[in-house]
């Protein structure tokens, strides 16, 4: 790191300052937890979401041996850095990340391998996929968990010098830019380094060296694999983020058990803010070398084994209270399909399961004084005068109501409404379009609903603008 900037914004992730504090916890393991952990198979499916918790994102690697991920779902990050960003991926590693099946590949049992590979004139390749989508985020008072079930690199003591396997968080404002780090946000669900049964997490934010959040170590917290160790077999990875409790917290769990956790008044309110109002996309990597495994020893070098693979069983994001998760503010594009339960507040309806075409869920339970909100969407610069809504009916006969366009308060006028009655059914759908004032620019979009009956007359599954 260049030593001309005293806040230089790099995307780093190191932990100098952990080497006492992990001498510490190896000691100790898990504490708190009474028992050791079992380890399930190699090829468990993701577990069906508890109750009060929806299913945002899943992948359970099903495919056929020898094949890439779904770039539906997952992008490859390839070379040694972002275009126009730090070199080495801003740690120091020293690895070029490919998207050959050599580095990133299903096994055929359900199951991703991330794996680093050394070719005879010593240079390292190895693997980092990223989710397509950057809008993980909770509900406005809900919760967010992602988790994955990993067998890290099975690879110990001077064979493991260097490695770096991780599954972590960045926040969307850092997709494009490369320079906004540690601002924006970072989520270390999982790091482990040098073949040591330890687990790291960690949230990165505030400024670079120092700061509110102590970078370029963050606020982390480490434990032990209990029942087996890390690289021996398989354990959950967790992180609830919570905005249900009077102080928004950031949990972390290793096997189901909490055993480090960041609450929003650690920091002040302008770090926390730029940190976490926002979404995050979701990385898988291998690295080797870089500045986390220098300091616990450094490495690769020539004793170090190539060939040792992180195996990722499932990925899966859930979702409690209020909708699903919203897309971070001013991501929202008009013009494009806006799901009604991506909302970020509401008040008086539920979501459900559609029947729809292209499944997903759909708000219910709408009446007279209920409202959804949705932040940040952009109409551009030309103006948008048409506004079409998904919407299915099963009201009797004589309940009706309008579903009306607001912006920026619920309080403003309706630039648009349109009125629907009974449509055969509460997922009897049709697509029912209406004028609206031209629009132009970024805004909060609510849509209202007003009747002159108490009963429920609506249900919405998605709308959208047009000019």
């Not at 219910?364 to 809504?389: C, E, I, M, P, T």
Request: net charge negative; proline share 6%; with cysteine.
């Amino acid at each position: 790191m260049s030593g001309t900037s005293s806040t230089p914004r790099r995307p780093r992730r190191p932990r100098p300052f952990r080497r006492a504090f992990v001498a510490v916890v190896s000691t100790l393991g898990l504490a708190a937890a009474a028992s050791a952990v079992a380890t399930p198979s190699a090829n468990a499916s993701a577990p069906p979401p508890p109750s009060g918790w929806t299913q945002v994102f899943v992948d359970d690697f099903n495919g056929a041996a020898g094949t890439g991920v779904n770039t539906s779902d997952w992008r490859y990050a390839t070379g040694r850095g972002y275009p126009g960003g730090p070199t080495g991926w801003g740690t120091g590693e020293i690895e070029t990340m490919t998207d050959s099946t050599d580095n990133v590949a299903l096994d055929g049992n359900g199951n991703l391998r991330i794996t680093p590979r050394r070719d005879s004139a010593g240079n390292w390749t190895s693997g980092r996929v990223e989710t397509n989508r950057t809008d993980f985020q909770p509900p406005a008072g809900g919760k967010l968990r992602v988790e994955s079930r990993i067998q890290v690199p099975n690879v110990t003591g001077a064979a493991a010098k260097g490695y770096w396997p991780a599954f972590w968080m960045l926040g969307a404002p850092y997709r494009g830019d490369y320079w906004n780090w540690p601002a924006v946000g970072e989520l270390d669900i999982m790091e482990n380094t040098q073949g040591m049964n330890t687990v790291f997490a960690t949230m990165h934010c505030g400024t670079s060296p120092g700061g509110p959040c102590n970078e370029t170590s963050g606020i982390g917290g480490s434990t032990t694999c209990q029942g087996t160790s890390c690289q021996a077999g398989f354990h959950t990875y967790r992180m609830e983020w919570d905005r249900s409790t009077s102080v928004e917290e950031i949990r972390f769990y290793l096997d189901g058990v909490n055993f480090h956790t960041v609450r929003a008044n650690q920091v002040d309110t302008t770090t926390w803010r730029n940190a976490t109002d926002h979404g995050f996309f979701i990385i898988l990597n291998v690295a080797m070398g870089g500045g986390f495994p220098d300091a616990f020893g450094g490495g690769p070098d020539a004793g170090t084994q190539p060939g040792h693979p992180m195996v990722v069983d499932y990925v899966q994001v859930l979702s409690s209270g209020g909708g699903t998760t919203p897309p971070p503010a001013g991501d929202r594009d008009a013009f494009r399909t806006i799901e009604a339960e991506s909302y970020d507040g509401q008040s008086g309806v539920v979501t459900e399961t559609t029947s729809d075409s292209g499944g997903g869920r759909n708000v219910g339970a709408l009446a007279n004084g209920d409202w959804l909100h949705y932040k940040g969407v952009d109409f551009g610069s030309s103006a948008a005068r048409q506004f079409s809504a998904r919407v299915a009916s099963g009201a009797v006969g004589g309940v009706s109501g309008l579903v009306e366009v607001r912006l920026d308060s619920r309080g403003n006028a309706p630039v648009g409404s349109f009125a629907v009655g009974g449509t055969g059914g509460w997922q009897s759908w049709r697509t029912i379009p209406a004028n609206i004032s031209g629009v132009t620019g970024t805004h909060d979009v609510y849509l209202t609903f007003t009747s002159g009956q108490p009963a429920d007359f609506v249900n919405v599954n998605w709308f959208t603008f047009g000019r």
